[in-house]
């Protein structure tokens, strides 16, 4: 199996190979997915119903556009949707069927640039992002770092520890070492100033001598403990007396067992012992630990590499909106949102509005996945979609069934090359982020998908009649049902006011949700399970969100 070839091996993308024929609907709902993202499903024709029913899609079938042409069956007869309107439930950018009935083109051509296009049908969000996580078999071969430039990769291989841990037993206080039963006589270092006070044994020093029975000698943690010694006794638990003949005698209020406050070798780990298994995030902890058994490198798989793109005109990177223009919020979030997914991303490049311009940057870029930002409709700037024929590229998923972001799409630019295009609207790009790019780069980087989490709701939320919603939530605790996820307001696909006091995004499944429904969360990766954000009455009436707001009255 080829980087180029999918679907052949376990866990890999379920479609056809690259440069192949297009794979037809097999049963398989990830063949399925695939054939109509690419415009290659066969046509279906409903039960009982003549040739005017027939469903035509074309090639390489752009999602987030609006047919040419619409049946009125396919539109319900409704008002058009209105776009900052979550609920309504008709959106022809939703839209996915063609042409249709004798009148529409049998075979139409692909288009050659922005416009309107037929619209595959929508991806359910589920299977999108199992596409997304599917996409490739598996991460890149690992390789070799240094411990400082390991931090955020995935192991390759078990950490096993190389020594002992600790490697010899140590002191676990400051006091003293003792040998048998108290009173003890407190000895002088062999290599302490008779003018100076004793300083005992330290940290990173070997005893010169062994302790004799019935004496002891101060030692500071950390240190090694000398042959001959039974115990430590703790500094604030001993008392030094001076005797007639010059010397010293440590008493204690009780006797000191065998063992106390002596860290013995091997307590931590033996040598060959697996400290972690292959698969582990590389976290500061784990490096620590590495450190400490032994290891000056770590075999880990490499951080994927992504590289945004910042489409648009009407974007500014400093200073108030003016003129008609507005300020990029996409460009300033997403690549540090990445990093914290583990990804290297360089600073986000801002790209005019024209194909060539688009067409050139990717063509050029080695990046595993590049992640575009707006222009994945069919608007007379919107270009994603013309360069991706352009490119030869292949579409895996043209639209999503989910509210904000259904325009968001995953294609492969070449073998293990990937694109997600985002919508331009700043929740909506979060959505997509979360749902293509997330499972995406989750596999690149070999790490393992967070267990599924769900917590109730603390209010109702209204849902799309047909497709999943993505909600802001912040957790709360609540006295009478524990920690429960507060939908919040301003969650509107061009809105980033909920976000930035959010948790998580809840998953809304169509038809909405009723209070107390215990729903699948989509954790941010700051996210510490408590929202210092929230305040008393978050979800009160007229609070962040308004539980009447979405429900008819209905709290």
Same mark, same amino acid.
């Not at 900052?84 to 950018?93: N, Y």
């Not at 003890?184 to 004793?198: F, I, T």
């Not at 993505?470 to 429960?484: F, I, N, Q």
């Not at 107390?516 to 009455?537: I, N």
């Given at each position: 199996?080829?980087?180029?070839?999918?679907?052949?091996?376990?866990?890999?993308?379920?479609?056809?190979?690259?440069?192949?024929?297009?794979?037809?609907?097999?049963?398989?709902?990830?063949?399925?997915?695939?054939?109509?993202?690419?415009?290659?499903?066969?046509?279906?024709?409903?039960?009982?119903?003549?040739?005017?029913?027939?469903?035509?899609?074309?090639?390489?079938?752009?999602?987030?556009?609006?047919?040419?042409?619409?049946?009125?069956?396919?539109?319900?007869?409704?008002?058009?949707?209105?776009?900052?309107?979550?609920?309504?439930?008709?959106?022809?950018?939703?839209?996915?069927?063609?042409?249709?009935?004798?009148?529409?083109?049998?075979?139409?051509?692909?288009?050659?640039?922005?416009?309107?296009?037929?619209?595959?049908?929508?991806?359910?969000?589920?299977?999108?992002?199992?596409?997304?996580?599917?996409?490739?078999?598996?991460?890149?071969?690992?390789?070799?770092?240094?411990?400082?430039?390991?931090?955020?990769?995935?192991?390759?291989?078990?950490?096993?520890?190389?020594?002992?841990?600790?490697?010899?037993?140590?002191?676990?206080?400051?006091?003293?070492?003792?040998?048998?039963?108290?009173?003890?006589?407190?000895?002088?270092?062999?290599?302490?100033?008779?003018?100076?006070?004793?300083?005992?044994?330290?940290?990173?020093?070997?005893?010169?001598?062994?302790?004799?029975?019935?004496?002891?000698?101060?030692?500071?943690?950390?240190?090694?403990?000398?042959?001959?010694?039974?115990?430590?006794?703790?500094?604030?638990?001993?008392?030094?007396?001076?005797?007639?003949?010059?010397?010293?005698?440590?008493?204690?209020?009780?006797?000191?067992?065998?063992?106390?406050?002596?860290?013995?070798?091997?307590? *931590?780990? =033996?040598?060959? &012992?697996? !400290?972690? $298994?292959?698969? #582990?995030?590389?976290?500061? %902890?784990?490096?620590?630990? @590495? +450190?400490?058994?032994?290891?000056?490198?770590?075999?880990?798989?490499?951080?994927?590499?992504?590289?945004?793109?910042?489409?648009?005109?009407?974007?500014?990177?400093?200073?108030?909106?003016? *003129?008609? =223009?507005?300020? &990029?919020? !996409?460009? $300033?979030?997403? #690549?540090?949102?990445?990093? %914290?997914?583990?990804?290297? @991303? +360089?600073?986000?490049?801002?790209?005019?509005?024209?194909?060539?311009?688009?067409?050139?940057?990717?063509?050029?870029?080695?990046?595993?996945?590049?992640?575009?930002?707006?222009?994945?409709?069919?608007?007379?700037?919107?270009?994603?979609?013309?360069?991706?024929?352009?490119?030869?590229?292949?579409?895996?998923?043209?639209?999503? +069934?989910?509210?904000?972001?259904?325009?968001?799409?995953?294609?492969?630019?070449?073998?293990?090359?990937?694109?997600?295009?985002?919508?331009?609207?700043?929740?909506?790009?979060?959505?997509?982020?979360?749902?293509?790019?997330?499972?995406?780069?989750?596999?690149?980087?070999?790490?393992?998908?967070?267990?599924?989490?769900?917590?109730?709701?603390?209010?109702?939320?209204?849902?799309?009649?047909?497709?999943?919603?993505?909600?802001?939530?912040?957790?709360?605790?609540?006295?009478?049902?524990?920690?429960?996820?507060?939908?919040?307001?301003?969650?509107?696909?061009?809105?980033?006011?909920?976000?930035?006091?959010?948790?998580?995004?809840?998953?809304?499944?169509?038809?909405?949700?009723?209070?107390?429904?215990?729903?699948?969360?989509?954790?941010?990766?700051?996210?510490?399970?408590?929202?210092?954000?929230?305040?008393?009455?978050?979800?009160?009436?007229?609070?962040?969100?308004?539980?009447?707001?979405?429900?008819?009255?209905?709290?």
């Amino acid at each position: 199996m080829t980087d180029g070839e999918f679907g052949g091996e376990p866990g890999g993308v379920v479609g056809r190979p690259w440069g192949g024929p297009p794979a037809e609907g097999r049963g398989d709902p990830f063949d399925d997915a695939l054939a109509l993202a690419n415009g290659t499903a066969p046509t279906r024709v409903r039960p009982g119903a003549g040739p005017e029913s027939t469903t035509v899609t074309t090639p390489y079938a752009a999602g987030g556009a609006t047919a040419a042409t619409s049946s009125a069956t396919d539109s319900g007869g409704d008002a058009p949707y209105t776009p900052d309107d979550p609920f309504s439930p008709d959106d022809p950018a939703a839209a996915r069927s063609g042409p249709s009935g004798p009148s529409g083109p049998a075979d139409p051509a692909p288009p050659t640039g922005p416009g309107p296009r037929s619209i595959p049908a929508a991806v359910p969000w589920h299977t999108a992002r199992e596409l997304a996580e599917r996409a490739v078999p598996g991460p890149p071969a690992p390789g070799t770092s240094a411990l400082g430039e390991a931090l955020g990769r995935t192991l390759a291989a078990p950490l096993t520890a190389l020594t002992d841990l600790p490697s010899f037993d140590t002191s676990a206080m400051d006091g003293w070492v003792v040998s048998g039963p108290g009173p003890w006589r407190l000895d002088r270092p062999a290599d302490a100033s008779e003018a100076g006070p004793a300083s005992g044994i330290l940290a990173g020093h070997a005893p010169a001598e062994a302790l004799l029975d019935g004496h002891a000698i101060p030692i500071a943690t950390g240190a090694r403990i000398p042959s001959g010694a039974t115990a430590v006794l703790r500094s604030e638990h001993g008392e030094v007396r001076e005797l007639s003949d010059g010397g010293r005698r440590l008493y204690a209020p009780r006797p000191a067992p065998p063992g106390q406050d002596i860290r013995p070798r091997g307590q *931590e780990c =033996r040598r060959g &012992d697996q !400290l972690l $298994p292959a698969g #582990a995030l590389v976290t500061p %902890a784990v490096l620590g630990l @590495a +450190a400490a058994a032994g290891y000056d490198e770590l075999t880990a798989y490499r951080r994927p590499r992504a590289e945004v793109f910042v489409l648009g005109d009407e974007l500014l990177d400093h200073g108030l909106p003016r *003129e008609g =223009r507005i300020r &990029d919020a !996409l460009g $300033p979030m997403l #690549a540090p949102w990445l990093h %914290a997914l583990g990804v290297e @991303a +360089a600073p986000p490049r801002h790209l005019a509005d024209e194909a060539d311009t688009l067409y050139a940057a990717l063509a050029e870029s080695t990046a595993d996945v590049v992640i575009t930002t707006g222009g994945t409709a069919s608007g007379p700037v919107d270009h994603v979609h013309p360069t991706l024929r352009r490119l030869g590229a292949e579409v895996l998923v043209d639209g999503v +069934a989910v509210r904000p972001g259904h325009p968001m799409l995953l294609a492969r630019l070449a073998p293990r090359r990937h694109l997600v295009g985002l919508p331009g609207n700043p929740l909506a790009a979060v959505s997509g982020l979360l749902t293509l790019a997330e499972p995406l780069l989750r596999t690149l980087a070999a790490r393992r998908p967070a267990a599924p989490y769900r917590t109730p709701l603390a209010a109702a939320v209204a849902g799309h009649p047909h497709d999943t919603r993505l909600v802001p939530v912040a957790y709360r605790d609540d006295e009478r049902h524990g920690l429960m996820a507060v939908p919040l307001r301003f969650h509107g696909p061009a809105m980033l006011r909920g976000i930035a006091s959010a948790d998580a995004l809840a998953v809304i499944p169509p038809g909405g949700a009723e209070r107390g429904t215990e729903l699948e969360l989509l954790e941010f990766p700051w996210s510490s399970s408590w929202s210092a954000g929230w305040m008393p009455g978050w979800a009160a009436p007229g609070g962040p969100y308004d539980p009447t707001e979405a429900t008819g009255g209905r709290a």
